[in-house]
């Protein structure tokens, strides 16, 4: 069965303070790799799609990285309109397969 | 606006009433999601449609009863709920389920409170 395992569950940053999310995942063959970014009272919004190890997406201030075992999501210098929860989810290959989703990284950052 | 329209936002509900949830996407995708997310759990696939044809009932309860009238629009029949059915549920869409098609766009959830 696939699992996502996100940590930490929650972190607390200041304004500036760069770190990183980690998404640690088994799945059966790894189809694709997704970072999701959701506000209170809002459904996900999409990041990113990571395809294969090695491979790095950036958008602004983020930066996503994938090996075999896991992602990283980078914050560089973050901002406190970047506080949100951070979900990660995989999706197997072969036939069609659902997507799981991890129980996300809320993070708040403060000016 | 992320093209993936739900109504109502909020709901509140006696256990004995029937309500429906409504989802629209303006994406021109062929697949379409529903997710419950509750507290500290990771988001649950309850339904999944490809061209209206459903390809995934993620053994969700009876109680739960979908519809896909074409591809651009969900919707969810609730009916005889619990309290523990209490939470966000999540709308989705997606190009299609087939490789590399499957970033998910997800409307803005429905609030539901279950009395």
């Known amino acids: 069965e696939d699992q996502v395992t996100q940590s930490p569950e929650a972190l607390r940053l200041q304004e500036g303070e760069s770190s990183s999310l980690n998404c640690s995942y088994t799945?059966?063959?790894?189809?694709?790799l997704f970072w999701y970014r959701q506000d209170p009272g809002k459904g996900p919004e999409f990041l990113f799609t990571?395809?294969?190890a090695g491979e790095e997406k950036e958008k602004e201030r983020l930066k996503a990285t994938l090996t075999k075992k896991e992602s990283f999501l980078h914050i560089t210098a973050p901002k406190p309109e970047d506080s949100a929860t951070y979900l990660c989810?995989?999706?197997?290959?072969?036939?069609?397969?659902?997507?799981?989703f991890g129980t996300g990284t809320k993070l708040q950052v403060i000016p | 606006e992320t093209g993936v329209t739900q109504t109502p936002r909020h709901l509140v509900m006696g256990m004995t009433n029937k309500k429906s949830l409504k989802c629209e996407q303006h994406l021109g995708h062929n697949a379409m999601y529903w997710y419950k997310q509750s507290a500290k759990k990771p988001l649950e696939l309850m339904f999944v449609?490809?061209?209206?044809?459903?390809?995934e009932n993620n053994s969700v309860p009876s109680r739960f009863s979908p519809e896909c009238p074409n591809s651009s629009h969900l919707f969810l029949h609730l009916h005889t709920l619990q309290p523990e059915d209490s939470a966000l549920y999540l709308c989705?869409?997606?190009?299609?389920?087939?490789?590399?098609?499957?970033?998910?766009?997800f409307g803005a959830g429905t609030r539901l409170s279950v009395l």
């Open positions: 799945v059966s063959g790894l189809r694709g």
């Open positions: 449609y490809s061209l209206e044809e459903r390809v």
């Open positions: 990571l395809y294969s």
């Open positions: 989810a995989v999706q197997a290959a072969g036939g069609y397969q659902k997507v799981t």
């Open positions: 989705a869409s997606s190009q299609d389920v087939g490789q590399g098609k499957n970033i998910q766009y």
